[in-house]
Nanobody, 123 residues
Framework: QVHLVQSGGGLVQAGGSLRLSCAASGLTFSSYVMGWFRQAPGKEREFVAASTSKGGNIYYADSVKGRFTISRDNAGNTVYLQMSGLKPEDTADYYC????????????????WGRGTQVTVSS
């Protein structure tokens, strides 16, 4: 059974930084695409970043490019999202997700999901 256990998040002032972690089990982590999505209240879940297996390709949403960094530790089965220069509009629940094959940025293409962690950025 696949489990994605998230940690990190919290409340931060605008301009600050946070790091999210997602520890995976029950899958061959290095073979999976790992992604991060977020969902703000009343809005659809949106793509944030993804790292293909072994980190060969990395993708970012335009809204976070240059501020967020996705990385993965295949030995430790963990994916990270380092968030810097946070803005109030980054406030959302953040989810990590896994899929065996990269099929774009649609959340429907991901098979496994973490439970989410809240990030709140105050102005």
């Amino acid at each position: 059974q696949v489990h994605l256990v998230q940690s990190g998040g919290g409340l931060v002032q605008a301009g600050g930084s946070l790091r999210l972690s997602c520890a995976a089990s029950g899958l061959t982590f290095s073979s999976y695409v790992m992604g991060w999505f977020r969902q703000a209240p009343g809005k659809e879940r949106e793509f944030v970043a993804a790292s293909t297996s072994k980190g060969g390709n990395i993708y970012y949403a335009d809204s976070v490019k240059g501020r967020f960094t996705i990385s993965r530790d295949n030995a430790g089965n963990t994916v990270y999202l380092q968030m810097s220069g946070l803005k109030p509009e980054d406030t959302a629940d953040y989810y990590c997700a896994a899929t065996p094959t990269y099929r774009g940025r649609r959340f429907e293409s991901y098979n496994y999901w973490g439970r989410g962690t809240q990030v709140t950025v105050s102005s």
